[in-house]
T-cell receptor, first 115, second 121 residues
Framework: KQEVTQIPAALSVPEGENLVLNCSFT??????LQWFRQDPGKGLTSLLL?????REQTSGRLNASLDKSSGRSTLYIAASQPGDSATYLC??????????????FGPGTSLSVIP | DAGITQSPRHKVTETGTPVTLRCHQT?????MYWYRQDPGHGLRLIHY???????DKGEVSDGYSVSRSKTEDFLLTLESATSSQTSVYFC????????????????????FGEGSRLTVL
């Protein structure tokens, strides 16, 4: 059974700092891994999607990497800003042998960027 | 932003009453999903649809039913609401799924609506 964890659960950093969020998964049979951000009271916004054949994806100040064999992904945020404060979730689309291909979400990392 | 609209955005109801949440998409995506998000449990799949009139259960489907009569609309119904169904409900869509059943451009990327906050008293 696929399990997804995210470390740390919460993170507070001063503005301008570079930071790394971690996502781990137990079953390497995945189609993709997706990173989201969620602002309080809002839906999830897709940030980056890495397909299983890819190693990384970049969008602006964000860079996500995927190491499928070790079951790890990192989201790197450069030059953090107060507007980056949100909860960041990772999700893996897992290949299923018995039922539907399932998206499993991590619990999220709550990020606060202090001005 | 993906064109996903959920209604109502907020609802307060009493135990035992029926409730229907609506998800409307303008993307013509094949797959639609209903999730609930609760503290300590994260996001859990309730039901999903892989086409018009084609639906299936997720991991927490008890007490919920769904219908999809048109590509753009996916309805979630609580036949008799209970306090345990107090939650934030999210609709999500994806164009397709990778793998043998998917097309060349089907990455399985998920897009979410803004959520519907339901309180059952």
């Amino acid at each position: 059974k696929q399990e997804v964890t995210q470390i740390p659960a919460a993170l507070s950093v001063p503005e301008g700092e570079n930071l790394v969020l971690n996502c781990s998964f137990t079953d390497s049979a995945i189609y993709n891994l997706q990173w989201f951000r969620q602002d309080p009271g809002k839906g999830l916004t897709s940030l980056l999607l890495i397909q299983s054949s890819q190693r990384e994806q970049t969008s602006g100040r964000l860079n996500a990497s995927l190491d499928k064999s070790s079951g790890r992904s990192t989201l790197y945020i450069a030059a953090s800003q107060p507007g980056d404060s949100a909860t960041y979730l990772c999700a893996v689309l897992t290949v299923s042998k018995t039922s539907y291909d399932k998206v499993i979400f991590g619990p999220g990392t709550s990020l606060s960027v202090i001005p | 932003d993906a064109g996903i609209t959920q209604s109502p955005r907020h609802k307060v109801t009493e135990t035992g009453t029926p409730v229907t949440l609506r998800c409307h998409q303008t993307e013509n995506h094949r797959y639609m999903y209903w999730y609930r998000q609760d503290p300590g449990h994260g996001l859990r799949l309730i039901h999903y649809s892989y086409g018009v009139k084609d639906t299936d259960k997720g991991e927490v489907s008890d007490g919920y039913s769904v219908s999809r009569s048109k590509t753009e609309d996916f309805l979630l119904t609580l036949e008799s609401a209970t306090s345990s169904q107090t939650s934030v409900y999210f609709c999500a869509i994806s164009r397709g799924l990778p793998g043998l059943a998917g097309g060349r451009h089907d990455t399985g990327e998920l897009f979410f609506g803004e959520g519907s906050r339901l309180t059952v008293l």
